[in-house]
């Protein structure tokens, strides 16, 4: 089965369409197996990588360093790391069969944190890149690229999930 995606503009609005049962391993995985990548290899490269976006401005749609959204941002960073190429939109991200989910208490440096705009939980429209001690890196408008804690009332009540890639999907 082959592989696609479509991406329509829409203004400044960017909409990527993927068969999802088809955005398969093919297209996601090279070379860079995960279990290649130790924790500690993860805990300086992450944090390095991010590093080189920090005050990046936001940009709705954006994924260079020109500018970012949440999602370009998490993947510039996903496919420099883990040569992952994640869709453009956090929802879509969210869904991937190579993630699988972890609680808050394992997080780890370079697990991803999907946020929704209302307590609730039901809507996904956010992510970051969980760095350690509670920090995470992310875009946001109103700063571009910056790192906040998950300590924070406002970002801890609207976390819907945390996803790790599944290193047996890269053997």
Not at 77 to 93: E, G
Not at 124 to 148: P, Q, R
Request: aromatic share 12%.
């Amino acid at each position: 089965m082959k592989c696609f995606i479509l991406s329509i503009f829409l203004g400044s609005f960017m909409l990527n369409l993927f068969n999802h049962n088809a955005y398969c391993q093919e297209k996601l995985v090279t070379s860079l197996p995960v279990s290649s990548l130790s924790s500690y290899s993860l805990e300086n490269k992450i944090p390095k990588e991010v590093s080189k976006y920090l005050g990046i401005p936001y940009r709705r749609g954006g994924s260079s360093r020109s500018g970012v959204d949440c999602s370009g941002f998490v993947r510039l960073i996903y496919k420099n790391i883990f040569r992952v190429d994640l869709p453009y939109i956090a929802s879509y991200q969210s869904r991937l069969p190579i993630f699988e989910n972890v609680s808050l208490r394992e997080l780890r440096t370079g697990d991803l944190v999907f946020f929704s705009p209302i307590t609730n939980k039901k809507r996904i429209n956010h992510v970051g890149i969980y760095l350690s001690d509670s920090s995470f890196a992310h875009a946001i408008e109103s700063k571009g690229v910056i790192i906040s804690s998950l300590d924070n009332k406002y970002w801890k009540a609207r976390v819907t999930s945390i996803k790790r890639i599944k290193s047996n999907d890269f053997l």
